[in-house]
């Protein structure tokens, strides 16, 4: 008899979330039946959007995620031994699934998981990042919603995690005054000395408002907001006419105990400057996946669009890096590693 790990959601998080809100469980699988698929986790993806989903669930849900497996018992000729799939499995190391079964949970899963063919010369890991959800994020949210025209300037709050350095470098691409904000000296570093980004600010030691004046002198054109909140406000009051801003997340909020308001009423600003706001869920592109996918790798095969990965070591890390991404001690794309 195989026994699973998972880990499921224990008690819904208040504030910051804390080792006590998970448990480790253990499920025996069955034997395989006809159409099994029974895969190992190989990566976990930690993200932002675990905090705001799973207090929607029951507690003793299993932590939900996408995770890149590998086929390791198949009756299923789709899945040979030894393939990798894209999934959404969850904090869990082993996983049975069955694609001829209609939404019938088996392992927990009801969104079909595909295969992922590698690329030479980047790694699978890359499928949870740039080439996943994340880059996926970064690369419509702004190419659509934001159409980035050369020399205007681009501001990105969250601009050293797994979106917004993305974000920076298809801007820089596309030959724009990118302008990163981010949570430490060494993030603004990599993001000016590494990324090619024109200038960074730390938003914990610096004044934003005076150092947005200094170094976007010619005004805000387009503001891909990861983050929300009053650093948003101070970036969109100064941005210029029929300026655009893409709404990815809001970070700053999702640990807050009940809703606040920012200090700056946002409306007047918004309506002043005529600014296009416009948020987005990035699965409104999945018929697109494959395009967006293609460029990315392009991108980083020509040397154009760098990556780097903050890897916890082992399925018993994933509550820390959850926690630890929330903190802010990534830099790139948070992923635990088996
Ligand atoms: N709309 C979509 O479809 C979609 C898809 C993917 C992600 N998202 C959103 O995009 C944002 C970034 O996601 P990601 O996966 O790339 O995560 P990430 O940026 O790699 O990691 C989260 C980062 O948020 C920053 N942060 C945490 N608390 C903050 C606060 N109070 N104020 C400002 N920054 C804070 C931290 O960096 P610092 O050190 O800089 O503080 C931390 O490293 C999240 O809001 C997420 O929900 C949306």
Request: net charge negative; hydrophobic share 40%.
């Amino acid at each position: 008899m195989v026994k699973a790990r998972k880990f499921v959601f224990a008690s819904i998080f208040d504030g910051e979330p804390k080792q006590s809100d998970f448990e480790l469980q253990f499920e025996e699988l069955p034997t395989l039946e006809d159409g099994d698929v029974l895969v190992e986790t190989i990566y976990w993806s930690v993200d932002p959007y675990m905090r705001v989903q799973m207090p929607k669930l029951p507690v003793n849900s299993t932590m939900i995620g996408e995770n890149i497996a590998r086929v390791i018992e198949s009756n299923d000729p789709k899945y040979p031994v030894g393939s990798y799939v894209w999934s959404f499995f969850g904090w869990r190391d082993l996983t049975i699934f069955n694609n001829n079964m209609d939404k019938k949970e088996k392992g927990g899963n009801h969104i079909p998981p595909y295969i992922v063919e590698p690329i030479a010369n980047i790694p699978l890991s890359q499928r949870l990042a740039s080439l996943g959800m994340t880059g996926l994020s970064a690369y419509f949210g702004l190419i659509e919603l934001c159409a980035p025209k050369a020399n205007e300037t681009i501001v990105i709050s969250g601009a050293a995690g797994a979106v917004g350095s993305i974000v920076g470098q298809i801007g820089k691409i596309l030959n724009c005054r990118v302008v990163g904000v981010a949570g430490s000296a060494e993030k603004c570093r990599w993001l000016k000395e590494e990324l090619n980004f024109d200038a960074a600010i730390d938003y914990k030691n610096e004044n934003i408002e005076e150092a947005l004046q200094r170094l976007a002198p010619n005004g805000i054109d387009v503001y891909f907001d990861n983050v929300g909140g009053e650093l948003s406000s101070i970036v969109m009051s100064q941005m210029n006419e029929f300026g655009r801003v893409a709404l990815c997340g809001a970070i700053s909020t999702y640990n807050l105990k009940s809703d606040r308001t920012t200090n700056i009423p946002i409306q007047p600003i918004i309506i002043a400057k005529q600014l296009k706001v416009e948020g987005f869920i990035v699965n409104r592109w999945f018929m697109r996946w494959e395009e967006g996918v293609a460029k990315l790798s392009q991108w980083i095969l020509a040397g154009q669009l760098k990556y780097r990965e903050t890897i916890s070591n082992g399925f018993d890390s994933l509550p820390t890096a959850f926690i630890g991404m929330l903190r802010g001690d990534n830099i790139g794309k948070a992923l635990v590693k088996k």
